[in-house]
Structure formats: structure tokens, C-alpha cells
């Protein structure tokens, strides 16, 4: 057990919990401060992780405590923290820095959250590092880092049908988006016409398919320009 069942204070309106004497919840900060103290900042790793801990064992001691279990994600979101200084300014040297020692005095129970009550215990200079490694305990925020984007200003090539083989390599398109271009009359005719010629080539190599075909099954060449030519007179005559 590491917490001493709820007591109610009437001018309070709430419960308080006081702290075995067994069990210390204590933390280092880290305070540059000008003549007076400052209150820690509860957004240091260390801090969040103690109060982690208190939530964890309020959780599971205050299944005796409260009619209704509570879940620690609860108390993480009602939690607030009382900080006590009972050394003066005299304690302290403007642009000093100096690191304190707090320890959890005791917890508030009231009807819209809790409160944890800490005390300052002790205050000693603290020497900051002159080295290229800066020590871990001196930085009191926590940041993540997302890695960069590779996809950012990435030129994308587009590539077209692979039957238009007529495309010049100065006419591959980038695009820094994945909108499509709105192209001019002119491109929208040039393309019209390389698309005409591949059709064009693409007849021409099934013509002379069929022609080889024709000749070696019935060993005779198909002389296109006389077949044009005779097709032409048939036609006139018959006119």
C-alpha cells in the first residue's frame, strides 16, 4: 500500500489522501530562475511518468475507495498538481541554476478531479555541462520529431502509352502535383497528330504481316500499287 485511506475535510469539500511514510514519489527539476522560484514544468518526462505511476496505484487501491471503479486515463485527464515552496528567495541567486527535489506531500479527491499536492524539499546549485553532450536531466520538455517527407518536391515523370513511341524526350511531362495539366490547342493537335502516325504505323506493320502470310501460303507477292491501280479502273469502268 502506498496511500493511507481518504479522509473527508469538510472545508475542503474533499477527500484527502496522505502518502505512506514507506513510499516516496520524489522528482529533480531543473529551475533557472531569477530571485524567485517557478513551478516545475509538468511536462518533463520524469514528472509524467511519477504521475503515471501515482494513477496506476490510485487505480488499483481505489477499488476499496470508490463505488465506481475508476480507469487511469480518467484520472490523467483530471489531474492537477499544487506546488508548495517553503524556501524564500534568499535561497536562490539571480542566474543561478539550481535543481530541486519535490516530493508528493498528499492527494485531493474532489467531485470534479483530483490534485496532487507537492512539496519542495531541497534546492542545490547545479552546474551546467560545458561539454558538446548535453546532459539529458537539463532539458525539461519533451518534442517529437516527425521525420521528413521524402515524397516533398519529388518531380514525378509521367509516363504515357508505351505504343506512343513517337514521344520526344523533351516532351515528357514533370508534374510537382497530382493534377493533371490543362494543355494548349496546339499541344492538344500535336498530340492528335503522333497519335495518327503510330495508328498509321501500326496498319502499316499488320499490312506487311498479311502480305508475308499470303506468301507463304500461296508463294506470290502482292504488288500494292497494281492492286490499288486495277482496283481504281474496275471501279471507273464501272461508273
Known amino acids: 500500500m502506498s ?10 469539500k474533499g477527500y484527502n489522501v496522505k502518502i505512506n511514510t514507506k513510499r516516496h514519489f520524489i522528482f529533480n527539476n531543473i529551475n533557472d530562475t531569477n530571485e524567485t522560484n517557478q513551478n ?14 501515482i494513477g496506476e496505484q490510485i487505480v488499483e487501491e481505489g477499488k476499496s475507495w470508490f463505488a465506481s ?9 483530471k489531474v492537477q498538481h499544487i506546488f508548495t515552496n517553503e524556501y524564500t528567495k534568499q535561497n536562490y541567486t539571480y542566474g543561478k541554476v539550481y535543481q530541486e527535489t519535490w516530493k508528493l506531500k498528499s492527494i485531493w479527491i474532489f467531485s470534479n ?34 521525420p521528413l517527407d521524402k515524397t516533398l518536391n519529388k518531380r514525378t515523370i509521367v509516363i504515357q502509352s508505351t505504343k506512343d513511341e513517337l514521344l520526344e524526350q523533351h516532351d515528357i511531362p514533370f508534374e510537382s502535383s497530382e493534377q493533371d495539366d490543362s494543355f494548349s490547342p496546339r499541344a492538344i493537335l500535336k498530340e492528335k497528330i503522333k ?17 508475308k502470310k499470303y506468301f507463304r501460303l500461296y508463294g ?20
Open 195 to 211: 497519335k495518327a502516325k503510330v495508328k498509321m504505323m501500326l496498319s502499316k506493320m499488320k499490312v506487311e504481316n498479311l502480305e
Open 220 to 239: 506470290e507477292v502482292i504488288d500494292s500499287e497494281s492492286e490499288n491501280s486495277s482496283g481504281e479502273d474496275e471501279s471507273s469502268n464501272e461508273e
Open 113 to 146: 478531479g483530483f490534485e496532487l499536492e507537492w512539496n519542495l524539499i531541497d534546492i542545490q546549485p547545479y552546474e551546467v555541462s560545458t561539454s558538446s553532450i548535453i546532459p539529458s536531466e537539463f532539458l525539461n520538455f519533451t518534442e517529437e520529431f516527425e
Open 3 to 12: 496511500f493511507q485511506a481518504p479522509i473527508w475535510i469538510h472545508n475542503k
Open 40 to 53: 516545475p514544468n509538468t511536462n518533463n518526462d520524469e514528472f509524467k511518468d511519477i504521475v503515471k505511476k
Open 69 to 77: 471503479p475508476i480507469k487511469l486515463e480518467t484520472f490523467e485527464k
